[in-house]
């Protein structure tokens, strides 16, 4: 018994030291549920994660909603109404900048600092209304002439071809010149008639090189409807490119707007943009330079801030630059 009793002596201390058995896991824990049930983030999602790690479009960022803010209230930025005439006194007339009159005053009297501030509206409104436009008729032209080809591709190219055979800032002119007014709306028409063909080039280039891929035959084989290939396969993949141009054409049409307004056709007053401001300075420049200088300056920062913003949006969406 003896040679019994030690095998079972050990085998029972060896059970207790050894603790209950361990249970098998229950399943997937939480988070393994959750990673493995997430989708990919895909190229907008990357593209957003890369972009906020970018001080270019940061900085744009920030300087692009001030001046939005800029347009949409003005009343924050300053409790003078620019365009209530008894502002402007013509013995304050052409004042150098002073604690009063921050920006100075121009040849009316009128405090600079408002009207710069006020004129970021007409400005803005024409970019963001002039490249909405561009990109809807552009990119839905673009989008047809790629994915049909033929004749429909055939006579949207020859079309095109034309409208970039007219020099911008002429065309601009004839077609201003036929209005007699300048308006925002008149602006944004010449210049969205003379821009489309830029971005249905854009948009056609992406969509032919869509077309090919193996996602879009696969769609045609499983039965889609060329209007779902159309908008809910093609689309989403061709777009990247015209929202990059468009960023960067919204500060080119804004420049546009402004030299437009500097010629004496763009926006008139009793309106203010600020190339309207530099065109009513330029004759005193000499005697009082502020008039002039600080409504370019906030056109040309808001200018860059909208091609540093596109630059950035370039980057984050072509992967082959990260």
């Known amino acids: ?95 150098a900048p002073s604690a009063l009159h921050w920006f100075g005053t121009d040849n009316q009297g009128c405090d ?65 010149a036929v209005f007699r007014t300048g308006t925002v709306w008149t602006v944004t028409f010449a210049l969205a008639v003379l821009a489309w063909p830029m971005t249905f080039r854009i948009m056609r280039a992406a969509v032919i090189t869509a077309k090919s891929q193996d996602y879009v035959v696969a769609a045609r084989a499983l039965g889609a409807s060329n209007r779902r290939i159309m908008f809910r396969h093609i689309l989403p993949n061709s777009i990247a490119s015209v929202i990059v141009v468009a960023t960067i054409n919204l500060g080119v049409f804004i420049a546009a707007e402004a030299g437009l307004s500097f010629l004496g056709v763009g926006i008139q007053s009793p309106e203010i943009s600020w190339g309207l401001m530099i065109a009513d300075a330029r004759p005193r420049f000499l005697e009082a330079a502020s008039p002039l200088l600080f409504p370019a300056a906030f056109l040309s920062v808001t200018v860059l801030a909208f091609i540093m913003l596109g630059d950035a949006v370039r980057d984050a969406l072509d992967p082959k630059l990260r």
Not at 16 to 40: E, N, T, V
Not at 115 to 125: C, D
């Open 112 to 176: 600079t600092y408002a009207r710069t501030v006020y004129g970021a509206s007409n400005s803005l409104l024409v970019g963001l209304c002039t490249t909405v436009v561009t990109v809807v008729a552009g990119g839905l032209l673009g989008l047809v002439a790629g994915f049909r080809g033929g004749w429909p591709d055939a006579l949207l190219s020859r079309v095109t071809e034309v409208f970039f055979a007219i020099p911008s800032v002429l065309g601009a002119l004839l077609i201003l």
């Open 1 to 95: 018994m003896s040679d019994t009793a030690a095998p079972r002596a050990r085998h029972a201390k060896h059970a207790r030291s050894s603790g209950p058995p361990s249970k098998p896991p229950a399943g997937p824990s939480r988070g393994g549920r959750a990673a493995r049930g997430a989708k990919p983030a895909g190229l907008w999602g990357d593209a957003w994660q890369d972009l906020r790690r970018r001080p270019l479009f940061i900085a744009s960022a920030v300087l692009i909603g001030v001046i939005l803010l800029m347009a949409v209230a003005p009343g924050l930025f300053t409790s003078v109404d620019p365009y209530d005439a008894a502002t402007c006194r013509l013995g304050d007339a052409r004042q």
